[in-house]
């Protein structure tokens, strides 16, 4: 687990997005030792904003995507959960359509430094998939 430190918080690589193109999205898998392993997806906004969540629908707590990087509808403009197709906003997260309305995705602040993207340490520690 590769970690870094910014003003005291510590944060851990979760995957290259230095590549990562506007309304795309990447699976990342982070090993959390004994606690398990932390799921989750980044995806990049049509303005190159960077947001990360556990990768968790909060219908049934199923991983959203069907495909190993494929979190979003095929217009880049909404992650979709492949199995009931719930339809989150990307900025926040929440559910706007489907079987969770109004439910939120986990988020996690996620950084990007030098093409890579890390995740705070304390969020994801929070938020063990396994
Ligand atoms: S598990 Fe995601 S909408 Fe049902």
Known sequence: MKTIEIEGAFYVAAAEVASLAAMKSKAFT???????????FLLREHDRTLR??????????????????????????????SIHGAMFV??????????????FLTPFHVLEKEGMSYIALTEIQKSPSK
Request: aromatic content about 10%; charged content about 15%.
């Open 30 to 40: 982070i090993d959390l030792g004994d606690q398990g392993s932390c799921e989750g």
């Open 52 to 81: 990360a969540y556990k990768n968790s629908c909060p219908h049934t707590g199923a991983p959203l995507n069907w495909t190993p990087d494929q979190f979003l509808t095929t217009n880049g403009r909404y992650i979709q959960c």
């Open 90 to 103: 990307t900025e926040t997260g929440e559910c706007f359509a489907g079987p969770c309305s109004g439910k």
